[in-house]
């Protein structure tokens, strides 16, 4: 990543150095974060909570949806993501009785993410706030609370929360079924690694500088990047993309690919890479332009692409897949004259209700 202060005046500038803190901030959870995850993990345990729902929106959400993977891989309990508006808008009272909320929220300052969480502590949930904002509405009516310890975020898109969410997350789920998050302890040198390739994403930003539209697909623990990819890349870049999993991306919007529609695969190293086999196939059949984010034979097979450090498991990859991705959602906004800083109708704190 390049120094901040020598391209002090730069469009970007504040994203890249959001982004070239990522490492640091991973270190800064497993040495810091992690005693106190442990604490409120055993705690939460010890109360056998039935099943997890999640709450969160934008990027957020996406974090969201990565913990549902590990609640429901893991952990093996049923985990979902709420509807708020059933709570904030039709007021209904659903018993959450030895339920565990978790409500991800980079600000803690959404006001329905707050109403709903109250209300979900009034109904007999466990609730717990992650979030980047200790002093946040949202921690201060949620039983617990973890801080994900990113420090300020000043760009408008999120990157450094993310990264962090996910982590925090994950240790969290580790906690719930008493493991060691062992397999965490290498992110943060594998992420630096990844942002240092920062050349290879510029090249591929120039491939893609001119796309009309983007399609992004996985399966498994790639399916949250996915999401989080197409958000980046529509927040900053303006080019519409759609995310989707693999298994429904053959059933029907398959059609809307041809070659001239770039599609990104994130495909993991394990089973969620497996699973997505079939769709690499058939879109490789439909002579897609096909960039991969993953496995590196599987780049070496595709139009383009960006291979990942292999030996990491699965549950963890998703904290290095969306690195290249954000990097290049940085690159091509860059290479359109546009300002990944000062995205159009982005504001940091969403008031939804």
Do not use: C
């Amino acid at each position: 990543m390049s120094d901040p202060q020598t391209v002090s005046w730069a469009p970007g500038r504040i994203m890249a150095a959001e982004m070239a803190e990522q490492p640091a901030v991973l270190q800064r959870i497993l040495d810091e974060g992690a005693p106190k995850i442990r604490e409120i993990a055993a705690e939460i345990a010890s109360r056998t909570p039935r099943f997890v729902l999640l709450t969160a929106r934008g990027t957020s959400d996406n974090a969201a949806l990565y913990a549902k993977y590990l609640v429901e891989v893991l952990l093996g309990k049923p985990a979902g993501l709420t509807s708020m508006s059933t709570t904030t808008a039709y007021g209904a009272k659903p018993d959450l009785t030895d339920v565990l909320v978790i409500t991800v929220s980079q600000s803690g300052g959404s006001p329905d993410l707050v109403a709903s969480t109250k209300a979900a502590r009034e109904a007999g949930a466990i609730t717990l706030a992650v979030t980047n904002n200790a002093a946040s509405p949202l921690a201060e009516v949620s039983e617990f609370h973890i801080d994900v310890l990113a420090g300020a975020e000043k760009a408008l898109p999120a990157t450094k929360t993310y990264t962090a969410e996910l982590l925090a997350l994950y240790l969290l789920v580790e906690g719930l079924r008493g493991g060691d998050g062992a397999a965490a302890k290498v992110l943060p040198g594998l992420a630096a690694g990844v942002l240092g390739r920062q050349a290879e994403v510029k090249a591929l930003a120039e491939r893609y500088r001119f796309a009309q539209r983007l399609v992004l697909t996985s399966r498994g623990y790639g399916y949250p990047t996915a999401r989080e990819a197409a958000l980046k890349l529509m927040e900053t870049t303006y080019i519409p993309a759609s995310p989707f999993s693999g298994a429904d991306l053959l059933h029907g919007p398959l059609a809307m690919v041809d070659n001239v529609s770039p599609v990104i695969a994130i495909v993991p190293d394990g089973k969620g890479g497996e699973a997505l086999q079939p769709v690499l196939d058939r879109l490789r059949g439909r002579g897609a332009d096909l960039m991969v984010v993953g496995q590196r034979e599987q780049v070496r097979a595709a139009s383009a692409g960006f291979a990942l450090p292999a030996g990491v498991p699965e549950e963890v990859q998703p904290i290095l897949e969306i690195l290249p991705l954000q990097l290049l959602a940085y690159e091509i906004t860059i290479a359109r004259g546009q300002d990944p800083d000062a995205p159009r109708a982005l504001a940091k704190v969403t008031e939804t209700h």
